[in-house]
């Protein structure tokens, strides 16, 4: 299978970048988006030029980290599928795919195909954690949680934070994502003390760098968890429950 890549090039984060074209000639269909970038870089470093930076780990769909933009898309054509589980079959011989990086104000290029998402990273660090005092942490399973609410949380804690949610978004919102991991800690008791003051630290860190939602519902297209649109509700209604209680619960 031959491929037209229009691949955003950028050298670091100060400096312009430009689409610049390549031809992988002998992709097959089993290949994904990442094994497919892999192939484009051996042909660079053998040509002595600088492969491609993007981000990749686990490429199992759990660390977030690979998104990009595939023809206008985060992740790629597929939806609610990471960028590392893409595969090459979803193109036809003889396709022009263009690959840049997530776009989105809140997160700045790097370089090439590698953003910076600590944007992300400061809403958890605003209340998305637990305190407790070391010793006094009862044993996991001493506190019952029903079989409805434990599968819930899972499923909102089934986010992976990789941004797709943001990319997709017209107004670059992180409701989404803000939304999943409230209703996740909100959920179950052990988590529960902190509530109240969680949801305002987080949705005003959120605020200061994402932009708002407008319930276009994009993101839950693309994010590869399957987080439902109803996530976004928990962003209002934990704010508004925090500040009808004071803020303390």
Not at 184 to 203: C, D, F, I, N, Y
Request: glycine fraction near 8%.
């Amino acid at each position: 299978m031959r491929l037209t890549l229009e691949v955003w090039r950028q050298p670091d984060a100060t400096s312009a970048g430009a689409f610049e074209t390549y031809v992988v000639s002998d992709a097959t269909a089993e290949m994904t988006l990442l094994e497919l970038l892999d192939r484009l870089n051996d042909q660079l470093v053998e040509e002595g030029r600088e492969p491609v930076a993007f981000e990749s780990d686990c490429r199992e769909g759990i660390c977030g980290c690979c998104g990009v933009n595939v023809d206008g898309r985060p992740h790629g054509p597929q939806a609610n599928t990471p960028s590392c589980e893409q595969h090459v079959r979803s193109f036809a011989d003889g396709d022009h795919v263009v690959l840049e990086p997530l776009r989105s104000a809140a997160f700045p290029v790097l370089k090439d195909l590698v953003v910076d998402r600590s944007a992300l990273d400061r809403v958890i660090q605003a209340g998305g954690h637990v305190a407790v005092d070391a010793g006094t942490a009862p044993d996991a399973d001493s506190t019952r949680i029903d079989h409805a609410t434990a599968e819930m949380a899972l499923d909102f804690a089934a986010c992976i934070g990789c941004g797709a949610c943001v990319a997709a978004c017209p107004n670059g919102s992180a409701s989404l994502f803000t939304g999943a991991k409230l209703t996740h800690l909100a959920s179950l008791p052990q988590t529960r003390a902190e509530r109240g003051r969680r949801a305002v630290a987080m949705v005003d860190q959120m605020e200061h760098d994402f932009g708002p939602c407008s319930t276009y519902g994009e993101c839950a297209v693309v994010c590869p968890a399957g987080i439902p649109l109803s996530a976004i509700a928990a962003v209002g209604k934990e704010r508004m429950r925090a500040f009808l209680r004071g803020r303390a619960t």
